[in-house]
Nanobody, 125 residues
Framework: QVQLVESGGGLVQAGGSLRLSCAAS????????MGWFRQAPGKEREFVAA????????VYADSVKGRFTISRDNAKNTVYLQMDSLKPEDTGVYYC??????????????????WGQGTQVTVSS
């Protein structure tokens, strides 16, 4: 089993930056594809970014491409989401998720077997 704990959320002004972290338990973290998703108030949860087990492939939603960077440190069992040039529409609860198999599109939520509890990101205008 894998447990995921997000941190790093908070309140920031538009144009600012935040760095989210997701700490994972479990010896097999390094073999998992990891993803970040977010849910804005009144909206469905959506894909933000994903990274393969080696870090060799990253995928981003069009809305964050060029502003967000996903990375991972397998030695620390941690995945990160660096968020720059934040916009009010980036506001939401951010979740990290783990996919044990890494097959198919990383944008598909039901591929991910493990989810964190989420961390709130609020961007003021």
């Amino acid at each position: 089993q894998v447990q995921l704990v997000e941190s790093g959320g908070g309140l920031v002004q538009a144009g600012g930056s935040l760095r989210l972290s997701c700490a994972a338990s479990g010896r097999t973290f390094s073999s998992y594809t990891m993803g970040w998703f977010r849910q804005a108030p009144g909206k469905e949860r959506e894909f933000v970014a994903a990274i393969t087990w080696s870090g060799g492939i990253t995928v981003y939603a069009d809305s964050v491409k060029g502003r967000f960077t996903i990375s991972r440190d397998n030695a620390k069992n941690t995945v990160y989401l660096q968020m720059d040039s934040l916009k009010p529409e980036d506001t939401g609860v951010y979740y990290c998720a783990a996919d044990p198999y890494g097959l198919g599109s990383p944008k598909v939520q039901n591929k991910y077997d493990y989810w964190g509890q989420g961390t709130q990101v609020t961007v003021s205008s």
